[in-house]
């Protein structure tokens, strides 16, 4: 490979911050807001224009993981609640006492930008938008600043705790900390996937319905579409004049560039292709359009920070306990083929209806879970432990959202957005008493941590 020589050069340092969040998804935005409101410096640095990861960015929606297993009892309240209470106030979601009753909580990308904007402000964190975490510089197993691009140039931002909100640990991994990649046998992750909302799409009878499914079913058989189901009327969001579909799959590394350019292609192909069969074979369907298809493709897994404990599948299916916990999950091992096989395959499991002709099935199917293994106890939750968000070799860097400490099927149930906001609100308080109290990550008294949760509304 031809290689470049860039001379030594000095990095301007713009500003240090006693906490810096680096990614403004659930995991990152929630951690920035209970730093700055437990009195720490606190900056968050985006890539985007907005908050809220792939909430906003990736038009995921309902948030999941807010009740018990299988129940209506709040398990993640805190900050969850009151990002869906200033949703409700300005029409962007249900009333939290609705969304209890519901399996996750929809609401709307646009207002859950604005809220997140708006709760940042009041909290006084800093931030920085269209800004690329491009480096970190490390100096004894401690990160000193990472390494910005933006419009203004190359700068540096230091601070004395770092928390990688980045889904792909970033932070971590460019600071040389261990990470795991995917499941054991092979290093691949759950597949990505993107939602797209259409516009144009009348109500039809259950009947037409069946009708309409099963010519798009047909389609997936033959080959012709590569979606995993066929809920193109999905009503994910909190407004009805479209439909939000989650339906396409793309088996790729997020952490990898090449993986990321092809998906995008890809899965807005797969929309538009869809958008033909109806409009041409379905004639209540004539006028639908493409309302829009998500600013990114959303990855559902690529690295994880090594912790002293790592979230497993049997924590999820036991209901774990831990004395260092600082969040519940409930979300279920909820694994998306990581071979990206679309219907009728849709989850890793040993029923699996490609069988022998998958590789990994024949490898492992006798360590594989069946669909029956794969949930918490029913009313139910499992808690995540303070120890699966710090990093076995980096002092003052802590995981929030989908990176945190986990294995392939520990990750699959504590990455909805509900348990990352949770993960979240824990790491910002759990960063601001370190820094208040002046110790480090590792000496912080987890039993105080655990306390101020408690007062702010989280249950642990
Ligand atoms: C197709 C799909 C369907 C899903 N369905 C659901 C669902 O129905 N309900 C649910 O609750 N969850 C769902 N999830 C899971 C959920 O969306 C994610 O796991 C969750 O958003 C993770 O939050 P996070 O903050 O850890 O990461 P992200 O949401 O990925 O946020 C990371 C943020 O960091 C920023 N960032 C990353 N790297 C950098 C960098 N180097 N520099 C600057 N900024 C950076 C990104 O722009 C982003 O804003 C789904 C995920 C996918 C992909």
């Not at 979230?311 to 519940?328: C, E, V």
Request: charged share 20%; net charge negative; with cysteine.
């Amino acid at each position: 490979m031809r290689t470049l020589h860039e001379p030594a050069r000095e990095i301007p340092i713009v500003t240090e911050a006693d906490v810096v969040v680096c990614g403004g998804g659930p995991g990152g935005v929630s951690a920035a807001i209970a730093a700055a409101r437990h009195g720490a410096k606190t900056l968050l640095i985006e890539r985007h224009g907005y908050l809220g990861g792939l909430a906003t960015a990736g038009l995921v929606a309902p948030v999941l993981g807010h009740t018990a297993s299988e129940s209506h009892i709040p398990i993640v309240e805190g900050l969850l609640r009151e990002i869906t209470e200033r949703l409700n106030a300005i029409d962007g979601a249900p009333s939290w006492e609705d969304s209890l009753l519901e399996w996750g909580i929809r609401f709307d990308a646009e207002a859950l930008k604005y809220v997140l904007d708006q709760m940042c402000a009041e909290a006084g964190v800093q931030v920085l938008f269209h800004t690329q975490i491009a480096d970190v510089f490390t100096a004894d197993d401690r990160i000193e600043a990472v390494i910005i691009e933006n419009k203004s140039g190359r700068q540096a931002v230091a601070g004395r705790i770092f928390v990688d909100g980045t889904g792909d640990a970033d932070i971590a991994f460019r600071a040389g900390a261990p990470t795991t990649h995917g499941r054991e046998w092979d290093g691949r992750g759950e597949s990505m996937g993107s939602f797209f909302h259409l516009g144009g799409v009348p109500e039809v009878s259950a009947e037409r319905m069946r009708e309409i499914t099963e010519l798009i079913e047909h389609e997936m058989e033959d080959g012709r579409f590569a979606f995993y189901n066929s809920g193109f009327m999905g009503k994910n969001t909190h407004h009805r004049d479209h439909t939000s579909a989650n339906m396409t799959r793309f088996a790729g590394d997020s952490a990898r560039n090449a993986d990321l350019t092809r998906g995008e292609a890809y899965v807005r192909e797969q929309v538009w292709e869809l958008v033909r069969l109806l409009r041409a074979h379905v004639p209540e369907m004539a006028d639908i359009y493409v309302q829009q298809t998500s600013p990114q493709i959303g990855p559902r897994e690529s690295r994880q920070i090594v912790g002293p404990y790592a979230l497993t599948g049997d924590d999820i299916h036991q209901g774990a306990r831990f004395d260092d916990a600082i969040a519940r999950g409930s979300w279920w091992i909820d694994i998306h083929c990581p071979l990206g096989h679309t219907y009728p395959v849709h989850l890793c499991t040993v029923e699996c209806p490609r069988g022998v002709n998958c590789p990994y099935w024949v490898a492992e199917h006798d360590h594989m879970r069946s669909k029956a293994e794969l949930y918490p106890p029913k009313g139910g939750w499992y808690d995540i432990p303070y120890r699966a968000l710090l990093s076995i070799r980096i002092a003052n860097l802590l995981a929030s959202g989908r990176c945190i400490s986990a294995t392939h099927e520990g990750m699959a149930g504590a990455r909805v957005m509900g348990t990352c906001i949770a993960i979240g609100q824990a790491a910002g308080t759990a960063a601001a008493l370190a820094v208040a109290a002046d110790v480090s990550l590792q000496e912080l008294d987890v039993q105080q941590l655990r306390r101020v949760l408690r007062e702010d509304g989280q249950y642990v």
